[in-house]
């Protein structure tokens, strides 16, 4: 079967990269891929591994961070069969707005705004305390995300 457009655009995007020296260039062609994998062509874990290596080139830009906790979203659907474990990846996603706050200021609002989106999905304090967890404890979300997060309840 031959490759989608999406195929076409990445490969072509990835030539681009090879061509290009100009480090903040390529963070944003890195970015581009990890839309179009996250949006396009349903691979969250190549849209994380193209964000962080538009983070690497360009630490100080906070856009990638929204593309991967976007993928990591997408992905608990499908890594988790329990709403409880699906609302932990909120807490992930939310560090990741946290994080791209914190490097680049311009969008700071933006961030605050996912932040409380992502807020609404966050397991109360009976589900919680059920799963002998404490808010504020550590927690690491499973599946391929395997990320390290802050345990929170909806308010």
């Given amino acids: 079967m031959p490759g989608t457009i999406f195929d076409a655009v990445i490969s072509f995007l ?5 061509l290009e020296t ?3 260039k ?3 062609y890195y970015y581009q891929m990890a839309i179009i994998c996250n949006t396009k062509m349903n691979l969250q874990k190549d849209a994380v591994t193209y964000s962080r290596k538009a983070i690497e080139l360009l630490p100080t830009w906070g856009e990638p961070y929204f593309v991967v906790a976007n993928a990591y979203l997408q992905s608990g659907k499908d890594c ?7 609302s932990t990846v909120y807490w992930v996603a939310t560090d990741l707005c946290q ?3 914190t490097v680049d200021k ?3 609002e933006k961030a605050n705004s ?4 992502y807020a609404r999905f966050y397991p109360n ?3 919680v305390f059920f799963r002998s967890l404490q808010e504020g404890s550590s927690y690491t979300v499973g599946c391929w995300i395997n990320e390290k997060t802050t345990v929170r309840v909806k308010k």
């Fill in 22 to 24: 100009d480090l903040d």
């Fill in 114 to 117: 996912l932040i409380a989106d």
């Fill in 26 to 28: 390529q963070a944003h």
């Fill in 106 to 108: 311009s969008i700071e």
């Fill in 125 to 127: 304090n009976e589900e």
């Fill in 14 to 18: 990835n030539k681009a990269i090879e």
């Fill in 80 to 86: 988790f069969d329990g709403a409880f474990e699906r």
């Fill in 99 to 101: 994080k791209a706050k």
